[in-house]
């Protein structure tokens, strides 16, 4: 073929490793299947189009993805320009004019002399040339086909279910307690006791709370086996004591007894910075999953660093099949980036698609792909989709519990937060000038 690589979708993580190729001297081709053939959730051929909120999230460098999108900067990021040029009015949030961001992307990487843009769905994976595979949680059935055949059918997952995840250091660690059912496990969960009286006030308010209300082609995908929390509860007063809250083998040790019920929080991580709601995948507003998951005794002041949310989805088994480069350990020269790696939200699919463009570019031209460093948003994306627990991995946003802790405690929430944004920036400075960007 006459280009240096191929990218296969035009969305926000495809539309940036082309740009972010093309910067590096590529000649780049972008496959994008729209306006010929919509997914249920497009409705233009624009590249990055956004599919629901207009809002990048937080702007602010005490979160997580305010510090993203400030590194993505500092990378020339296409998406970060064009949002920033597009914003509007959003108090702490990146917000942006939805159709004025994805025409000013379009218009951009049509523009650029190194980026040749092909109206037509990309139905195979070419063999001659390195390939960025960037197709979103919507990937065409044809598409979806060849990527069973290459990474094999069992790392192409449909996402159902999510539970909360919270952060380690909001668990109030003075209730809560280590163990596993029956001892089997050792203190691999810890679990969080509720009494007769607890357990039916978390039960009335969990049918009672209120749920999102899902886009038409996320029907239909409650399946038997994996209910949202809610829906389960619904079925009558005992059935979560009888299904993930079953204290059954358990025994508080701050009581001597088997509880009433328990929550049990599962690590997400193999630091153990976040932990899962083990049986909670739900359907509840964000809103209401704070105020009622905070009635569970130990998770009073939880922290999420992930909402539990139910839709439809497409992604790989990350670790098993990336590297934190990207690459797949199949082949060097395939890169994954966006939704269909497993991670969530606007800012990070595109920042793997930063990720994958540079170091496409980077392999292309004989040079080592960067690992960027575990202390920058970037580098604990890349390194979450790397080393999370493979049987258990479920999309993820970036969040302060993915980096490493400060060496030295800091109480103060916010203060803690800026320091570690702070370290992120220095040391993505640093390394960017050891490596020559």
């Not at 969080?192 to 709370?209: H, I, K, M, S, T």
């Amino acid at each position: 073929m006459a280009y240096d690589l191929v990218v296969i979708g035009g969305g926000l993580a495809g539309s940036e490793a082309a740009w972010q190729a093309a910067e590096r001297g590529l000649k780049v081709v972008l496959f994008e299947m729209r306006p010929q053939k919509l997914t249920p959730a497009h409705r233009t051929g624009k590249l990055a189009e956004l599919v629901c909120s207009n809002s990048l999230r937080a702007a602010s460098l005490t979160n997580a993805v305010g510090l993203l999108k400030e590194e993505m900067r500092r990378l020339n990021s296409l998406i970060i320009q064009c949002a920033d040029a597009t914003r509007i009015p959003a108090g702490g949030a990146l917000a942006v004019d939805r159709e004025r961001f994805s025409a000013l992307v379009t218009e951009k990487i049509q523009a650029h002399p190194g980026i040749e843009l092909e109206r037509k769905e990309a139905t195979w994976i070419p063999s001659e040339v390195p390939v960025v595979i960037a197709t979103g949680p919507l990937t065409s059935p044809a598409l979806a086909g060849e990527i069973q055949g290459f990474l094999g059918e069992e790392y192409l997952s449909f996402l159902d279910a999510v539970a909360p995840i919270v952060t380690s250091e909001s668990i109030n660690r003075e209730v809560v307690f280590p163990g596993s059912r029956y001892g089997k496990g050792g203190q691999d969960y810890l679990n969080c006791p509720l009494d007769q009286e607890e357990y039916r006030r978390f039960w009335l308010e969990l049918v009672r709370a209120e749920v999102h209300e899902g886009h038409e082609f996320e029907s239909g995908c409650f399946f038997e086996g994996c209910l949202p929390v809610e829906e389960m509860a619904r079925r009558g007063e005992d059935t979560l004591r009888f299904g993930p809250m079953k204290p059954v083998g358990l025994v508080d040790p701050a009581t001597g007894k088997q509880p009433y019920a328990v929550v049990q929080l599962r690590r997400d991580d193999r630091e153990g910075r976040l932990y899962n709601l083990v049986g909670f995948q739900t359907n509840l507003k964000w809103g209401e999953q704070k105020r009622v998951f905070r009635l569970v005794p130990g998770l009073e002041k939880a922290e999420f660093a992930r909402f539990g949310v139910m839709h439809l989805n497409t992604f790989i088994k990350a670790p098993v099949v990336l590297k934190a480069t990207l690459q797949t350990r199949k082949r060097e020269d395939r890169f994954f980036a966006g939704q269909i790696t497993g991670v969530e939200g606007y800012v990070e699919s595109a920042a793997t698609g930063l990720v994958a463009g540079i170091n496409a570019a980077r392999w292309r031209k004989g040079k080592q792909p960067l690992v960027f460093p575990a202390e920058t948003a970037i580098g604990a994306l890349c390194r979450y989709l790397e080393t999370a627990v493979a049987e258990s991995f479920q999309p993820m946003n970036i969040t302060f519990g993915l980096l490493p802790p400060m060496r030295q405690k800091v109480m103060n929430k916010k203060e803690r937060k800026e320091r570690i944004a702070r370290r992120a920036l220095k040391s993505l400075e640093v390394f960017l000038t050891e490596v020559g960007g």
